[in-house]
């Protein structure tokens, strides 16, 4: 810690949507934090941390991130599509998903334009699982009909988790004159990746 702050560290932490409730809609970044579950309560404790010992700083929150590794969940659940399994979609949890290659790139405008503090990466559309899986479902021409749409009272989650975490992008958007992409443009990139994606 004495060496980061000595050389002027600047630290750059990805948190999340999670550090907040889900009691309304539209969260900007001086929102008040109030995580239902461990995952949020660990991320909030890394953010107030580095905000106690640092001067400058940047906390970046998103919620779910999308992209073409196998790793991401919409390309799981792609992937149970694929294999003509059927799968639960959450009609009732709303969030604005970013796409993966947005936060290097956002890094690296903050950091050029020097500011700090805490930004929420994030796409402007509000989605829900349901409504992301069917959407791929159709332009990727695999069976919607699998995508199941059902709510999160019905599973057994082994923590409380928010149901409405959307992040209102403007202070990113303005402050680093960012552009973020949009689920069509990601839709549009991952029907071109197609041939990467076959089991």
Known sequence: MEYAREFKVLPVF??????????????????????????????????????????????????KIL?????????????????????????NRFYAPIFVNDIPLFMLAAIERQVSGIFHLAQDKLM????M??????????PSNLVIAGLMKSRELLEPCPENTYLI??????????????????LAQLKLEKYQLSP
């Open 14 to 63: 990805l948190s999340s949507d999670y550090v907040f409730d889900g009691a309304k809609s539209g969260y900007v970044e001086a929102d008040l934090p109030n995580p239902l579950n461990l995952y949020g309560e660990q991320k909030l404790i890394v953010e107030e941390f580095i905000k106690a010992r640092f001067e400058n700083y940047l906390i970046f929150r998103s919620s």
């Open 133 to 142: 899986m069917s959407t791929i479902a159709r332009e990727t021409n695999l």
């Open 67 to 91: 992209g073409f590794s196998r790793q991401i969940w919409a390309i799981q659940q792609l992937q149970e599509l694929r294999a003509s399994r059927e799968i639960l979609c959450f009609t």
């Open 169 to 186: 992008n403007d202070k990113a958007k303005k402050g680093c004159d960012f552009h973020f992409t949009p689920f069509d443009d990601f």
């Open 128 to 131: 829900t699982p349901f409504e």
